[in-house]
Nanobody
Framework: QVQLVESGGGLVQPGGSLRLSCAGSGSIFSTVAMGWYRQAPGTHREFVAGINIGGRPNYADSVKGRFTISRDNTKNTVYLQMNSLKPEDTAVYYC??????????WGQGTQVTVSS
């Protein structure tokens, strides 16, 4: 059974930064590509960033140049560094496999609120 636990969210002012972490049980991180997704109120969950086994990243256009995804397979952890945050980045952020998420892997997510 794989469990993914997201953390690092919070309230930040526009232009601020946050670093999200996704810790997983088992050895999944060393064998699959991982991604970050987000869901704002009243919207569908959307792709934010993904990283393959070799560390090559891919980003949604809306976050390119502001967000950086990375992974540490020795710690079974994926990170999302978010800079220059905007109010429209407000959402619950989740991690899961990439490019296709696995339904059973969705966790509780971590809330990110960008507001002055």
């Amino acid at each position: 059974q794989v469990q993914l636990v997201e953390s690092g969210g919070g309230l930040v002012q526009p232009g601020g930064s946050l670093r999200l972490s996704c810790a997983g049980s088992g050895s999944i991180f060393s064998t699959v590509a991982m991604g970050w997704y987000r869901q704002a109120p009243g919207t569908h969950r959307e792709f934010v960033a993904g990283i393959n086994i070799g560390g090559r990243p891919n980003y949604a256009d809306s976050v390119k140049g502001r967000f950086t995804i990375s992974r540490d397979n020795t710690k079974n952890t994926v990170y999302l560094q978010m800079n220059s945050l905007k109010p429209e980045d407000t959402a619950v952020y989740y991690c899961n496999t990439y490019p296709s998420a696995i339904d059973q892997f969705w966790g509780q997510g971590t809330q990110v609120t960008v507001s002055s």
